[in-house]
């Protein structure tokens, strides 16, 4: 079984509202990672968030981490239509690797 | 220049026939992985080259091939295409190859089998 995974397979809100993806993972980690991908393109990653840090912003982009609970936000703010995309949380395994989760759909609608 | 570029973008192969797939890079990156995406999967790491070495996951180790004939190149070898490889494959790169390197995509390669 994956060892992140987002909490939900599809999602869509109206241009212009704040949306949150959230992602679970498994194992003791140091960093998580969001990644987006758009249609044509290969993934991005948006925003790294490390175990010692609970909040990480980027422009509209703000992603939380709960050690605790072993989860992940990530939220949107004033969407657009070209944050359409699926959206990854990668969570390290073992040294060198990351492993995805199978993505949340997002969709803006005009 | 923060791309990282894959050719070709569409591949249409034979059952049985070989594949081979490039990746290129020229942000002298330590580290080059391979992933295939199936819809609605998560991204599948099938190998990754840390500078000359080649680490291969342990269920995909018989069926993928690689090769890095220098820092930037690298590509993804099918010996004998079967249906199930039908899929996109994605090559990354990233600087170190760190757990929390960021890791720099391809547009992908989209691979049908037939």
């Known amino acids: 079984s994956q060892l992140a995974e987002e909490n939900l397979w599809a999602l869509s809100v109206h241009e212009g509202e704040s949306v949150t993806v959230n992602c679970s993972y498994k194992?003791?980690?140091?960093?998580l990672q969001w990644y987006r991908q758009k249609s044509g393109e290969g993934p991005a990653q948006l925003i790294l968030?490390?175990?010692?840090?609970r909040e990480k912003r980027n422009g509209r982009l703000r992603a939380t981490l709960d050690t605790s609970s072993q989860s992940s936000s990530l939220s949107i703010t004033a969407t657009r239509c070209e944050d359409t995309a699926v959206y990854f949380c990668?969570?390290?395994?073992?040294?060198?690797?990351?492993?995805f989760g199978a993505g949340t759909k997002l969709t803006i609608k005009p | 220049d923060t791309t990282v570029k894959q050719n070709p973008r569409y591949k249409l192969a034979r059952v049985g026939k070989p594949v081979n797939l490039i990746c290129s890079q020229t942000?002298?990156?330590?580290?080059m992985y391979w992933y295939q995406k199936k819809p609605n999967q998560a991204p599948k790491l099938l190998l990754f080259y840390y500078d000359k070495i080649l680490n291969r996951e342990a269920d995909t180790f018989e069926k993928f091939q690689s090769s890095r004939p220098n820092n930037s190149f690298c590509s993804l070898y099918i010996g004998s295409a079967g249906l199930e490889y039908s899929a996109m494959y994605l090559c990354?790169?990233?600087?170190?190859?760190?757990?929390?390197?960021?890791?720099?995509f391809g547009p992908g390669t989209r691979l049908l089998v037939l």
């Open positions: 942000m002298n990156h330590d580290t």
């Open positions: 968030i490390r175990s010692n840090e």
């Open positions: 990354a790169s990233s600087p170190t190859g760190g757990a929390q390197d960021t890791q720099y």
């Open positions: 990668a969570s390290n395994y073992g040294n060198e690797k990351i492993t």
């Open positions: 194992t003791s980690i140091t960093a």
